[in-house]
């Protein structure tokens, strides 16, 4: 069983939201995600300053295996984007829940954080693929 | 129902992940499948292909049987134990599988096809068995091992005996030979030295340990088929299969046209394909830019549309890199683009042959 930090929320379709408490959220896709992907060759992610809406694909990550959109988990602002990805794409196999982080969004509404599963939730959801 | 190798434990051991293949349970790989495809570039590593088929042709007509079975002419055999990479044709010149003929007499050579194919593969030999004075024998009793890297030879000499090492002592490539339980072949899928050994499935086990305490690495159908595409080899089902003519599939080299009257099964139709000039042919497509080629993706060419066989990206070239099906008369240089993710991308044709002994060869 792959490890789900219980701190963070989850979106079916694998990616994570980590509330940053001021605002912002950071998103990345899950270990089981990186795991299903396989090695990572190309990570492409949103510009800064874009405005994206829940459910938009946003980023594409390409592996060996496949090319994989990423989906907003939730909607705001894009601010900042993991800029070491360009040259360690690796990183999202290595750390996908720390180092392997996609981008930040300064969010328009902190209530949708509501509709995110949490680690449970999202623990079941994989169970069921 | 799911096949497993003999070395099905052997891979759990070293935390492969596994997968379907075919109704094999395969690894992918054991955590990184770019890191085993750069230990067979640059030093050694290992595959399990116990999967593949054994056949064994015997008999006073195997090499009749045989020459009228494949396009390419076992008659240029002749020292025991060279081998023939070639295909084998239905009626209407389809490509039903590749495989490699080793010779080791006139009356007994030995065939190695791809597992996917089996039955039909079995089936069609069968078939054309009428008439002919042979038994066609499956060997699922072996393991098999491809031990390839510019190391590799090496390091499989440190487990070999002095009888094993004299017998492949200088051994040139696409030759294989049988010395006590072992076979032991310079043939691979990696466009690497190195050798297929095919092993009893009772020593199998104990070989592949022996392998790894050498420092050879396991390696998964993932760096399998990165290496592969790289070294510009086909994969049955992708790059060809029962609607594609080989001239279409850069097989035509294993064709042999002489003698005139050889008929192997598909000769009118290449024929008559030959003379008409316009089968499609497989090319290289390179994209240094971003991105990953993919199998099925369309190529708009000056010529009329072709089609991506095999995509990947190449962890020698840090580029992607792609075999691809297109018209005739698209050319080496030539600039076309391939339609990815609905944009259109613009790649260079290339030779279908990308990788050789860890170098760019185009």
Redesign the interface.
């Known amino acids: 069983m792959s490890n789900i930090p219980s701190e963070l929320k989850y979106a079916t379709s694998h990616e994570w939201v980590r509330n940053e408490g001021d605002g912002t959220v950071t998103v990345g896709i899950t270990e089981h995600a990186q795991g299903l992907l396989g090695d990572m060759v190309f990570v492409e992610l949103p510009d800064v300053d874009d405005e994206i809406s829940t459910g938009d694909d946003v980023a594409v990550a390409e592996s060996v295996k496949a090319a994989s959109d990423i989906y907003a988990p939730i909607s705001g602002t894009v601010v900042e984007i993991n800029e070491d990805l360009e040259d360690s794409p690796e990183l999202v196999n290595s750390d996908a829940f720390g180092d392997g982080w996609l981008f930040k969004v300064k969010v328009d509404d902190a209530g949708e954080l509501e509709n995110l599963l949490d680690a449970e939730g999202y623990a079941n959801s994989i169970d069921e693929d | 129902m799911t096949n497993k190798t003999v070395l099905h434990a052997k891979h759990l051991a070293s935390g492969a992940?596994m997968v379907d293949f075919y109704g094999w349970e395969m690894p992918?790989?054991y955590g990184?499948?770019?890191e085993e495809h750069h230990a067979v570039r640059t030093d050694a590593g290992m595959f399990d292909v116990s999967h593949m088929t054994i056949v064994d042709v015997q008999g006073s007509d195997a090499k009749a049987f045989l020459r009228r079975l494949v396009i390419n002419d076992v008659a240029k055999l002749t020292v025991p134990g060279k081998a023939l990479y070639t295909g084998m044709l239905n009626e209407a010149g389809g490509v039903i599988d590749d495989l490699i003929i080793y010779f080791f007499s006139e009356t007994n050579y030995r065939l190695v096809v791809n597992s996917a194919t089996r039955e039909k593969d079995l089936a069609w030999m069968d078939k054309q068995s009428a008439g002919f004075d042979i038994t066609i024998t499956e060997r699922p009793e072996f393991g098999m091992i491809a031990v390839q890297g510019p190391e590799a030879i090496a390091k499989v000499a440190t487990l070999l005996s002095d009888e094993e090492k004299a017998a492949v002592e200088g051994m040139k490539p696409f030759f294989g030979v049988q010395v006590g339980d072992l076979f032991i072949a310079t043939t691979g899928y990696t466009g690497e030295n190195g050798y297929e050994i095919i092993v009893p499935d009772s020593a199998a086990e104990d070989f592949w340990q022996k392998l790894l305490d050498a420092g050879v690495a396991p390696c998964g159908l993932?760096a399998r088929d990165?290496l592969r595409l790289e070294a510009g080899m086909n994969l049955y089902g992708l790059d060809m299969d029962e609607t594609v003519s080989p001239i279409a599939a850069n097989m035509a080299w294993t064709i042999s046209w002489e003698p005139e009257d050889r008929e192997f099964i598909g000769r009118d139709v290449l024929t008559a394909q030959k003379a008409a000039g316009d089968q499609p042919k497989l090319v290289g497509l390179v994209m240094e830019a971003?991105?990953?080629l993919?199998s099925h993706q369309k190529v708009v060419t000056e010529f009329g549309d072709g089609e991506i066989t095999s995509g990947?990206?190449s962890?020698t070239l840090e580029h992607s890199v792609a075999l691809a099906r297109v018209p005739r008369s698209v050319k080496v240089g030539d600039v076309v683009e391939v339609e990815m993710?609905k944009k259109l991308v613009k790649v260079t044709v290339t030779k279908p042959s990308f990788v050789r002994n860890g170098k760019k060869v185009f």
Do not use: A, Y
């Open positions: 992940k992918i790989n990184s499948q770019i993932g990165t971003k991105g990953v993919r990947t990206f962890p993710r």
